[in-house]
């Protein structure tokens, strides 16, 4: 499983440096060197401007809760319940393929 992940996290590196890859849609963390499921709940995954993570309305960080089991991911407003945008959606989507990749592994 580990050398699953690692080569997962330099094909990735490789492919965003490349320019082939978003970072958006890794399913990977470079930072933490984890699958992105892992890690979303990080601090360093909150970021105000890309509203990744982020309710512009309530001006918070969203809460996370991954669920390893069943695939599921959410992403929710501590304050209005909300706080969904294009970024966060495309969060959610790579987690829940990076939940898929660690099971393949």
Do not use: F
């Not at 699953?4 to 590196?13: K, R, W």
């Not at 892992?38 to 001006?59: F, K, L």
């Not at 809460?63 to 966060?88: F, I, K, L, N, W």
């Amino acid at each position: 499983m580990i050398a699953n992940l690692i080569a997962t996290l330099v094909e990735e590196d490789l492919a965003e440096d490349d320019g082939v890859l978003a970072p958006d849609d890794r399913l990977t963390c470079h930072v933490h060197g984890r699958w992105i499921h892992q890690c979303v709940a990080s601090p360093v995954h909150v970021n105000p401007v890309t509203r990744h993570r982020w309710c512009r309305g309530c001006d918070a960080e969203l809460g996370v809760v991954v669920d390893e089991v069943s695939g599921d991911v959410a992403m929710r407003c501590p304050r209005c319940g909300r706080g969904g945008s294009a970024a966060t959606n495309r969060l959610i989507a790579a987690c829940r393929a990076s939940i898929e990749a660690r099971r393949a592994a």
